[in-house]
């Protein structure tokens, strides 16, 4: 049973690429080979897990497949290996910076420690994805930045400045939940709710809002309007990450015995 697929980009069929595809195939990889043409990439970056470019000297020549792996890290997320020579690396960092690499790798390549380097990333990659996600909307840069440092080793975390943002956002990307401020200005919480909840892509996504008035007016206010919650602004972070796991552990008992998942609140 083939554990991932792996994407090869490379210029001609040589020697070294040939022991490169067996080496990934004994370890139960499945390869698809591409050459340097955007064409020969296109059709298959959405079927394989990760992509291993193995540049030779013509590459910095391939400038348009350079700038689209790089918009395919960028914007997709897709994992990219990077295999050449010294000269060849630093040509290619014109386009693509070496940070967005999973791994750049200089010849010569000692097979096993390469696959075992894929291995390492696709597994963290794999428990990455088992990680719930969640997109917080907040108008403070500060508290966005703030409650994402509070999530980042426990959940995968988006964030967005305005509803519009979220929308945007969410259209591109699958969330678990969303922590919407209740006050913002200009489009407040009440109205991105509404704008969310009348979208196909989030109208079943869990809301809850965050509040800085802990007023009980305000909080009943809040709570008419039917979110899976709220939770006041000046939480500590030990309280914000128990309140999230009593949620999404109440929604997983409530999957598991038929019951709405969305009828979740704390």
Known sequence: ?????????RNNTTFM????????KSNSYTVIESDYEMKSVIPHEDDVDVMVLFADDEI????????????????KGKLLFLIGSKEEIEGISEYIPPHLFCEVVERPLDMNLFVEKIDNVMNEEQMEKRKKSILIVDDDASFLQLLYEWLKDDYRVGMAKS??????????????????????????????FRMLKSEQFSKDIPIMFLTSKSDKSIILKVMAHKPAGYMLKHITKQQLLTNLAKFFVKQEYNRL?????DDVSI
Do not use: C, F
């Not at 049973?1 to 980009?9: A, C, G, H, N, Q």
């Not at 391939?62 to 890290?73: A, F, M, T």
């Not at 979220?166 to 991105?192: C, F, S």
């Open 163 to 192: 509803g519009m943002q979220a929308i945007t956002w969410l259209a591109r990307n699958k969330v678990d939940l969303i922590l919407l401020d209740y006050e913002m200005p200009v489009t407040n919480g009440l109205q991105v």
């Open 17 to 24: 690429i040939n022991a490169l595809i067996n080496n990934l």
């Open 1 to 9: 049973m083939s554990k991932y697929t792996v994407l090869l980009i």
């Open 60 to 75: 910095t020549e391939k400038q348009n497949l350079l700038v689209y792996l790089k918009d395919l890290i960028v914007e």
């Open 257 to 261: 015995h038929g019951e709405p998942t």
